[in-house]
């Protein structure tokens, strides 16, 4: 892939992200607060992610070393909301 296109793709890609996450919270009746936790819960979950990736690039770690980092802290980051989800409704 050419760097023009994934620059493209990357851009295409985070639009249809930011414009699917207001159409979700939108849809099941989220106001602008909830709207608002949604982008930023996604940015950072976007900032570990891809720095995790970046790390493990910059260490010398081949693509998919680099990928398995990134997957895992992704991982790491659903586990950790789900867990925070179960602790706030069901009370610990």
């Not at 936790?37 to 976007?46: L, R």
């Not at 998919?64 to 950790?80: D, E, N, Q, Y």
Request: proline share 1%.
């Amino acid at each position: 892939m050419y760097y023009e296109n994934g620059r493209i793709l990357t851009v295409g890609l985070g639009l249809i992200a930011v414009v699917a996450t207001a159409l979700v919270v939108t849809v099941i009746g989220g106001s602008v607060e909830e709207l608002a936790y949604a982008f930023a819960g996604g940015i950072g979950v976007a900032v570990v992610v891809i720095g995790s990736y970046a790390y493990g690039d910059r260490k010398g770690l081949p693509h998919s070393h680099s990928v398995a980092v990134a997957g895992i802290a992704l991982g790491l980051l659903a586990t950790a909301a789900i867990l925070g989800r179960l602790l706030t409704e069901f009370g610990a």
